[in-house]
Structures are given as structure tokens and as C-alpha cells.
């Protein structure tokens, strides 16, 4: 039975990617890899609640040891040191010797060079091998070290008497850096002509903000840094005809206040 590639559980793990159906299925009735992915994910969640510190480089003797050890690995096996035996001169020849029909070369030797060949074919793929797993290891550590977005605030977007049925979700991300962004869904029936807007009002409806065409069903959207989203609360989603007027249409297709997470 073949088992789930453990770098695509690590990426599941760390919610970086979704198992197609056949994965889903093979995990639903394999217990080695259901145990791994939960290990996996005991592991990611325990990191992901530890405080974040600064990032420290390792010291160049770290990358220098990676090097050398790279350079070991990749480097040919030495020949083979001869066997300790008599000198040929004060040994009897073999009957193979004596008659080189009888059996061609050393059975001895020929099971060495086989033996040489195939660790020379082997070498590469175990090369190969460990630097894709080094590198899966370097991908799980910057995921986990490196600090990541959060939700600050949500909201839920209630539908307009002109769009009954319509319904949509917005979350305020907000980065380290303080960057902060907006991710929305809509589920809703709109023509097919004209365009959705996503905006930012204030809770009074004074002034508003676009942060552009949302092109599907979600989007992502960064938020001007000049805009306070403390005061710029409301979500609002419109659809806007292609006339060229940069003005909100006045008519929203759903909306909602964004309330602290």
C-alpha cells in the first residue's frame, strides 16, 4: 500500500494545502498516516502557541558543517582496499586460472565491482534524497518561526432588500508589521453586466473608501495605510455599472460591521 507523501501531511499540517480525494480516502482507512498527520499537526499547533522571538542566523560554522557534510556525501566511495592473500607466485593457479574457459574473472572481484556499481547509482538518489528533506525541513521551520497574519476582526454582510438571498463574510487581517487587509466572500446573484465593489465606510455613513473590484466569489484586499480601520469599520460590498463613475452607486449588494475577533 502506498502512504501519503509526509512532506504533502506536513503542508497539510501547517493548513498550506488540501488533500485531493484519493488522499482523503487512503487517510480515512490508513491508521500510520492518519497517527502521523495528527502528530504532525500536535506539533504545528505547540509551535504556533509558543512566543515569538527574534530570529537569530546561525553562525557560519552551522552552514560550513552543512556544506562539508554535503560535499562527504556527494564525494565517489575510495576503491576498495585488496583482499590480504598470498602472493601468486607461492600458490597453485586455480583450475580457472590454469584454464580461462572454466570461469573468466574472480568471482570475488565480479560481486566487488557489482557491489561498487550499484553504491555509485545509489549515491545520487540518496543525495537527492536528503537535500529534498532538508529542504521540506527549512520550509516547515519558516512557516512556523516566521510571524503570520491575524484575524483582528469579522463581520458578517447582511443582504439588501434588492438582493434577497445574498450573503457574504469579511475578516481584518492584520500583519506584524502592522499592514492590515480585508479578505471577503459573497454568495449572492448579481447581473452579469457591470462589476462588484468592495468598500470601507465609516459607521455613520460620512465617508467611505474603495479598495477595489472584487473578480469572483472572494478576494483580498490591502487597506490603504492612511485608513483607520478603528473608525472605518463597515464592509460593503455594491455593484457599480461600467459607466466610469468612481462613485459608490448606491446600490450594496450586502454589509456589515467588522466586530474585534
Known amino acids: 500500500m502506498s502512504h501519503t507523501d509526509p512532506d504533502d501531511l506536513a503542508m497539510v499540517a501547517l493548513g498550506e494545502l488540501a488533500l485531493d480525494a484519493a488522499q482523503a480516502e487512503h487517510l480515512r482507512d490508513c491508521s500510520v498516516c492518519r497517527d502521523e498527520l495528527a502528530a504532525l499537526e500536535r506539533t504545528v499547533q505547540t509551535a504556533r502557541r509558543a ?79 536528503g537535500l529534498v528533506g532538508a529542504a521540506a525541513v527549512v520550509l516547515i521551520v519558516a512557516l512556523l518561526v516566521v510571524p503570520r497574519p491575524v484575524d483582528v476582526a469579522t463581520a458578517v454582510l447582511d443582504a439588501f432588500p434588492a438582493h434577497p438571498g445574498a450573503s457574504g463574510s469579511a475578516a481584518l487581517e492584520r500583519e506584524p508589521t502592522g499592514a492590515e487587509r480585508v479578505v471577503v466572500e459573497l454568495d449572492a446573484d448579481v447581473p452579469a453586466d457591470g462589476h462588484r465593489e468592495v468598500w470601507l465606510l465609516t459607521e455613520d455613513g460620512s465617508d467611505l473608501v474603495s479598495l477595489g473590484v472584487l473578480d469572483g466569489r472572494s478576494g483580498t484586499f490591502e487597506i490603504p495605510a492612511d485608513v483607520d480601520t478603528a473608525v472605518f469599520r463597515v464592509v460593503d460590498i455594491s455593484q457599480e455599472p461600467d459607466d466610469g463613475d468612481e462613485a459608490h452607486s448606491g446600490d450594496s449588494i450586502v454589509r456589515g460591521v467588522l466586530e474585534p475577533s
Open 51 to 129: 512566543p515569538v522571538s527574534e530570529l537569530v542566523s546561525p553562525a557560519p560554522r552551522v552552514w560550513n558543517a552543512i556544506a562539508a557534510e554535503i560535499r562527504d556525501d556527494a564525494a565517489p566511495d575510495s576503491a576498495p582496499a585488496p583482499d590480504s592473500a598470498p602472493s601468486p607466485d607461492s600458490v597453485p593457479a586455480s583450475p580457472a586460472a590454469q584454464n580461462p574457459s572454466i570461469g573468466g574473472s574472480s568471482p570475488r572481484r565480479a560481486h566487488r565491482v557489482a557491489r561498487g556499481r550499484r553504491r555509485g547509482r545509489l549515491r545520487p538518489a540518496l543525495l537527492v534524497s
